[in-house]
């Protein structure tokens, strides 16, 4: 998909016209985000976020064909290192029957990259980022509801695992809202009872030990 | 901001003008829904609303100065009639101390027009729409949750407020999802499990008799 993805294993990684074409993406990428604290998306062209990057618009189209597929890449790149390390705490989650052993880490990856997770989470634009983000939830939160409330009721759990997701959007949104004042621990702990809850009072049982 | 507006009290509701003008608006938003089914918001322009309304461009300009303000006149309209509904059922929620009194009727609002609100909830154009619900459901129910549960933590109830509302606006678009096949009766009794577990659990204590 890329022009310039390397074609020939490591040694390529560190040819110098790959390593330019990779920090040319970077930059664009930077002056969109850059772009988006100071307008909407629809009112930012191609030539505002080269020029953002010190480049032409010829460049941006070597690596882009407009905004709309620079902004979907960053999502994406986002969205994917966000799975890879919710893959890496899934095991310790399940085993540990909180869900602190995933959202610790991944709340400290969301205050590592707040500027692009508060620009995405305020643009209207990308509803479709918040939409993949509550799919990624929905995805893993459906794998540890089975786990550890053991559902019988198939409807009872959409209804919960829907309510839960959302609500933990509602989280982060609350969160950025107040500059994420509340210490990630006590977000957690917050989350993990508000989540213990409304499944045990749904489900109307408790927890297994 | 109607330029067609009754200036004269109740005789003027009957003037034939006025009627002519409030049916012209009405099909015009019936156009636009109808549109919104086929194809996104952004590619409806005023020719094909007026078009499917049986008018010509000028008559929609007498009305609206575009798609954008049509399609927020249809939702402050929705949101206004929603509002009053909760108000009409505010005090007996109180008293009865579940989400049922309030609830059940305004998922009669919803099954009534099921068509405007499954087409503006898919709607990514719509985003306005559901942040001024989730806004709307937060307002109502920020004051529920102080009558009911009386909280000492004034930021752990903007999480619990965040949590609930998002995943109200989660639980209703399940029921979309699944065409509303679940009960109303149902999907009521599921909601104030979960939003009592939430809350009681978040507060560490039990509901107030």
Request: aromatic share 8%; charged share 25%; net charge negative.
């Amino acid at each position: 998909m890329c022009l310039d993805r390397p074609q020939g294993g490591i040694k390529m990684l560190k040819n110098p016209e790959d390593r330019r074409a990779r920090r040319s993406r970077k930059l664009l990428k930077e002056s969109l985000l850059a772009l988006m604290k100071e307008k909407s998306f629809s009112e930012i062209s191609v030539r505002d976020v080269a020029e953002g990057a010190d480049m032409n618009r010829g460049t941006f189209y070597l690596h882009y064909s407009g905004t709309t597929e620079l902004l979907q890449s960053l999502e994406a790149e986002l969205l994917e290192e966000l799975q890879a390390l919710v893959d890496a705490h899934m095991q310790e989650t399940v085993d540990d029957g909180t869900v602190r052993p995933v959202l610790e880490p991944v709340l400290d990856f969301v205050v590592e990259h707040r500027e692009i997770c508060s620009t995405l989470f305020a643009s209207s634009e990308a509803t479709g980022f918040i939409q993949a983000l509550q799919q990624l939830i929905r995805r893993n939160g459906t794998y540890l509801v089975d786990t550890w409330f053991h559902p019988q009721d198939e409807s009872a759990t959409d209804y919960l695992l829907s309510f839960l997701t959302w609500g933990a959007i509602g989280l982060l949104k609350e969160w950025f809202s107040q500059d994420m004042a509340l210490p990630r621990e006590e977000l957690t702990a917050a989350a993990q009872r508000m989540v213990d809850g409304a499944a045990s009072s749904l489900f109307s049982q408790g927890r297994p030990a």
